[in-house]
């Protein structure tokens, strides 16, 4: 979605696009190959809420109480980001106090940069945050605050084994989804016998879901809701356990920020 961008500019962006291929009406653009209309626009592009087609936000949604209230899966991966190489300590405070002004003490006391390593890791843990993990957590809350189904939160942190130093990525996006899906054999990885016990228990939690709306089941580590009062959120890692949300203060931050409408 592009919350901010109303449907008067989306309308505009469409005239552009139109123009850029030549095009001149609807079924001129629709007699378009999509090979096209991929390379026009490089395949950027989103639904805005034009009223008709999507009415409101998932936001609004949910804030109403007319979401589709089901039980909900919902979870990130530790090493989730959208970020290039990190930038030096010095060159990243910078950048921190320059984005968020008054806040930038709040954002360096949960993502610190006292050092050059501690600097790399903070932008790592914030893009991931940003990007991701707010996103699943602000999620969590409103069914929980607007809905009656369970929400299950999970942090998949296994840092999927490497065979060179080139593919050393952690627990990067959609590295969960072999696991997930217990097909281990089709992603070329040195597996360890772990990561086989990972995959097990992983899709005995999905498939538990799909068929009753409760991951858990017979031989597998109790998986808890989650609530905003025990904020619960399952480990997947080489040992696989409820814990506390540990990302909490970070998430927090976030949640305030964009809830301040500073951002």
């Given amino acids: 979605m592009r919350p901010k961008l109303s449907f008067q500019e989306a309308e505009q962006q469409g005239v552009s696009f139109a123009k850029a291929l030549n095009a001149n009406s609807l079924a001129e653009l629709r007699a378009k190959s999509a090979d096209e209309i991929l390379k026009a626009n490089g395949g950027l592009s989103a639904p805005i809420v034009d009223g008709y087609v999507i009415p409101e936000s998932v936001m609004e949604r949910y804030v109403h109480g007319q979401q589709n209230d089901v039980p909900l899966i919902v979870g990130w991966n530790a090493d989730d980001r959208v970020s290039g190489p990190p930038a030096k300590a010095e060159v990243f405070r910078e950048q921190v106090k320059k984005r968020f002004g008054a806040k930038a003490d709040d954002?360096?006391?949960?993502?610190?940069?006292?050092?050059?390593?501690?600097?790399?890791q903070s932008q790592k843990a914030s893009s991931r945050d940003e990007s991701f993990g707010i996103q699943d957590y602000t999620w969590a809350k409103m069914q929980n605050k607007t809905g009656k189904s369970p929400v299950y939160v999970y942090n998949f942190n296994r840092k999927l084994p490497a065979a060179t130093p080139?593919?050393?990525?952690?627990?990067?996006?959609?590295?969960?989804?072999?696991?997930?899906?217990?097909?281990?054999?089709?992603?070329?990885?040195?597996?360890?016998?772990?990561?086989?016990?990972?995959?097990?228990?992983?899709?005995?939690?999905?498939?538990?879901?799909?068929?009753?709306?409760?991951?858990?089941?017979?031989?597998?580590?109790?998986?808890?809701a989650y609530t905003p009062k025990i904020e619960n959120v399952l480990i997947l890692d080489?040992?696989?356990?409820?814990?506390?949300?540990?990302?909490?203060?970070?998430?927090?931050?976030?949640?305030?920020?964009?809830?301040?409408?500073?951002?």
């Avoid at 954002?107 to 790399?120: I, Q």
């Avoid at 949640?255 to 951002?263: F, P």
């Fill in 107 to 120: 954002y360096l006391n949960v993502y610190p940069a006292r050092t050059e390593d501690e600097a790399a």
């Fill in 238 to 263: 080489k040992t696989i356990q409820n814990s506390l949300l540990p990302t909490k203060p970070q998430l927090t931050f976030w949640e305030q920020y964009y809830g301040s409408g500073q951002n």
């Fill in 166 to 224: 080139e593919s050393q990525f952690g627990a990067f996006h959609s590295g969960e989804i072999v696991y997930a899906y217990n097909n281990l054999h089709t992603l070329n990885r040195p597996w360890e016998a772990v990561d086989q016990a990972i995959a097990d228990a992983m899709s005995s939690y999905w498939v538990n879901f799909a068929k009753t709306g409760n991951p858990n089941g017979k031989n597998l580590p109790k998986w808890v």
